[in-house]
DNA sequence: AATATGTGCAACCGCACGCGT
DNA sequence: TACGCGTGCGGTTGCACATAT
């Protein structure tokens, strides 16, 4: 496959190799997806008059011009959340942004190389072991449980793996309503009384009653008003059309 | 003050996948 | 089934700014 074409409109030999968006040309993009609304993005770089690439234009909305976007530091809770997905999920940030509303792929892709792969934090395999040896330590509580579940068919004694399992659910979810029907959030967030409180977590605690202890000693603090309903509310304010 | 080095992040690249034909 | 197109994703690059020397 091309890759300098791909379908995304222009060409990449025109002479340019990073070029700056402008308002001008933001301007441009806001106004054509407000109106014709996201995808099609090479046409959209051919109707709005813009001199992108399809491709260019769908990260520039994605990444800086889409409502909903947060324009503020990563706080501690939400490098929480990227800490222990990424030892769950590693560079899957697509998938860890889902989770950090109004948060994008680059952006976490970036926080997550400036701040913890230079500076040589523990790596993916040690966070994983740390997530893992928590993990295991619900599992061994569990035992007696889980064995009762076997015999009723349920033999997935491997806690990660309903993690992983639970997510995968969750993006199947989140993948049938794609066109962004708020249903996702509702399934993702019920009551929504915590936003970044993705409703895998809420499943896992419904499977031990023990899992308080990792909340307690987890790195996600739900005390923190971090998904107040205020919130919510904005969040419902977007446009999921 | 000038230069070197580090940091943060926007933007681009290339690959893979899904879907329609 | 094969192919092309549109899209999404992870990796990489380049640049502006900050800080150190």
Known sequence: MDGLMMGWGLPAEQGWRKRPWTPDEDKLLTEYVSSHGEGRWSSVAKSSGLNRS???CRLRWVNYLKPGLKRSKITPQEEGIIIELHALWGNKWSTIARYLPGRTDNEIK????????????PSQKQEKGKTQLLLDQQIMKQEQQEQQEEEQGENDNDINNKVLSQAEAIDQKMTDEKQGKQETLLFMYPNMENLCFPMMYQDIASWSHTMDDLWSGGLWNLDEPHGRVDQANDYNKINWN
């Open 110 to 121: 970036n926080y997550w190389r400036t701040h913890f792969k230079k500076r040589g934090k």
């Open 54 to 56: 399809g491709k260019s």
